[in-house]
């Protein structure tokens, strides 16, 4: 008997919906182990290379598929990323800001994963890719309340071939080299995927092996280019390329880790006193060369010398020891009902002069935007008392006639803040931090991995000064010099070249990144509008789901 009711499907057909099910569930465990070879490329794993496995990962499980398939499947590397590597954000506060976090910045991956998605089907679709990765850390960065940048693909590269690309176009466009060479791998593969199925058709698996051929070059030529760009770059040396300053740096140390930092407070800044006037005891002993300024980390005083004359009268006492001004962090009253993040030059005649208030104080940390509203998710928010103030001014200040320019801890993160320091004539940076408050995790190596990169790009030697550590000096080529341990104190002395050039990433500012993101929003709308118009009544083009990228091969997911 013939079977003619059109709702008894062939026997061969009946696995379909299993065999669509079993795809995605490949496509989903490709993305997550690319967010898992993404958290092992940075500081605590320091596996450098498998940064690229991101975007290659994903640009292949995105393949084809539609669009909110792609949101599903960024949304699920977002995750095996941000979860692990930001642990620390939950050390002390418990699990429910350590996961929203994580959550919050995953969702722009997500947003990520839908474009893939839609750009998948365009001719050298693998450098529209690339251009997205960094147009989704751009807006990452940037907002909402000033953006989180943490764990971009460039701070994944403090060394290694991808490292000297922060000196021509800064962070972005080490990220995009990460990228690139993510994409081009996964070409290159899908190329050699084609090859294998047409082996039955010399001539095309011949077609589909060039491809991959030159694909594979391309993908080695990357990482190539950024090992020759180091060349003409400044060396490892933090004495040559300008006049020397000798520059102290000194690690206190905090009585214990944890959120009670600021009640320990008295305690961090003798604690910083003494390790300043031991060290001023080995300069009388001819052990150390006499340094001609002297940098302290944030927090270093958390009760207002301004306000306090015992305060400020063991700061005078530090200065006068080492006869060299301190740069001290310091949270100061005021303006009104706020508080300030502030660096302070404390000369050893004069006293407080020059000061550098953090122009990005950290949200939900630093100040509370909607506090009822925030307060109703964690009552943690109430932690902190009194509201920072955002400075107004770039952090550059003169320290014995050498312009330092200061950042202040997760500053380290926003390109602009530092950038504004070097056009503002900064001969040396300076990154004052306090990590007390994230334990033996990898925040602190996260955050020093930032500094090296930022030495890179500006041509210039950094100096990190934490409370608990790790303080650094980091030599022009990103090169660790000396560096300390965690909560030990620490001091130790460098000459450090004063330098005055400026790098193609300073110059160029944010121009790169900004070309980037709009090559890769490009592709997208170019997508978009080819979509729009094949609905358009009259269209002769067979309508298509936009998100398929014009893949309607059978068992697309």
């Known amino acids: 008997m013939t079977v003619t009711d059109p709702a008894v499907r062939p026997a061969d057909d009946a696995p379909a919906p299993r065999r669509r099910g079993a795809r995605l569930l490949a496509r989903t465990l490709l993305a997550a ?12 794993w320091d596996l450098a290379a498998l940064a690229v496995l991101g975007p290659a990962t994903l640009s292949v499980a995105t393949r084809g598929v539609r669009f909110r398939t792609g949101l599903w499947l960024g949304l699920v590397q977002g995750l095996c990323f941000f979860v692990p590597l930001l642990s620390w954000t939950g050390i002390y506060v418990g699990s ?50 000033g953006g989180f940048p943490w764990g971009r693909l460039g701070f994944s590269q403090a060394e290694g071939p991808f490292t000297a690309f922060a000196a021509y176009g800064g962070v972005p466009l080490v990220s995009f ?23 039955d058709d010399a001539a095309r698996r011949a077609g589909s092996l060039r491809a991959a051929a030159v694909l594979v070059v391309a993908t080695l030529a990357v990482p190539v280019v950024g090992t020759v760009a180091r060349w003409p770059l400044a060396g490892g040396s933090l004495t040559e390329g300008g006049p020397t300053r000798t520059v102290a740096v000194v690690q206190g140390n905090v009585p214990r880790a944890g959120l009670d930092f600021n009640e320990q407070r008295r305690a961090v800044l003798d604690n910083h006193v003494a390790e300043t006037t031991a060290l001023a005891r080995q300069v009388d002993r001819g ?10 980390p944030e927090n270093s005083s958390d009760i207002d010398p301004y306000l306090n004359a015992d305060a400020a009268a063991a700061i005078d006492r530090a200065a006068r020891a080492i006869d060299a001004p301190i740069l001290v962090g310091a949270v100061v009253s005021g303006p009104g009902r706020f508080i300030s993040n502030t660096a302070i030059v404390w000369d050893p005649q004069t006293g407080p002069g020059e ?77 004052q931090t306090n990590n007390a408050t994230f334990g033996f995790s990898d925040e602190s190596p996260q955050q020093l991995a930032m500094g090296r990169l930022r030495a890179v790009e500006a041509g210039r030697s950094v100096v990190m000064a934490s409370t608990s550590g790790i303080s650094a000096i980091i030599a022009p ?81």
């Open 33 to 44: 182990a690319g967010g898992i070879s993404m958290y092992l490329a940075f500081p605590g």
């Open 96 to 145: 429910f800001p350590w996961y929203a976090l994580s959550v919050a910045e995953s969702l722009y991956v997500a947003v990520l994963g839908g474009a893939l998605a839609l750009t998948a089907r365009l001719p050298a679709w693998w450098l529209w890719a690339a251009a997205l990765w960094v147009g989704q850390e751009a807006l990452r960065g940037r907002w909402p309340l």
């Open 177 to 199: 080299a990460v990228a690139l060479t993510g994409t081009l791998l996964a070409a290159a593969g899908l190329a050699l995927v084609r090859a294998w199925r047409d082996s």
């Open 287 to 296: 052990e150390v060369a006499q340094p001609d300024l002297v940098i302290w």
């Open 355 to 431: 000061t550098y208030t953090k122009r990005h104080p950290v949200p939900l940390a630093e100040y509370v935007p909607a506090r009822s509203f925030f307060r109703f998710f964690s009552d943690k928010v109430d932690l902190v008392r009194r509201d920072f103030l955002a400075g107004t001014e770039v952090g550059t200040l003169d320290m014995a006639g050498t312009t330092v320019g200061d950042v202040i801890c997760f500053e380290v993160a926003y390109d602009g803040l530092v950038r504004d320091t070097v056009e503002g004539g900064a001969t040396m940076l300076v990154v």
């Open 477 to 557: 080529d990103g090169s660790l010099v000396r560096s300390s341990g965690l909560f030990t104190p620490a001091a130790f002395v460098e000459d450090i070249a004063q330098r005055d050039g400026t790098t193609p990433a300073t110059r160029l500012g944010a121009w790169p990144e900004a070309a980037l993101t709009a090559l890769g929003l490009g592709a997208v709308l170019l997508v978009v509008v080819a979509g729009v118009r094949r609905r358009r009544p009259g269209s002769t083009s067979a309508p298509s789901d936009v998100g398929g990228a014009g893949d309607t091969r059978r068992g697309r997911a």
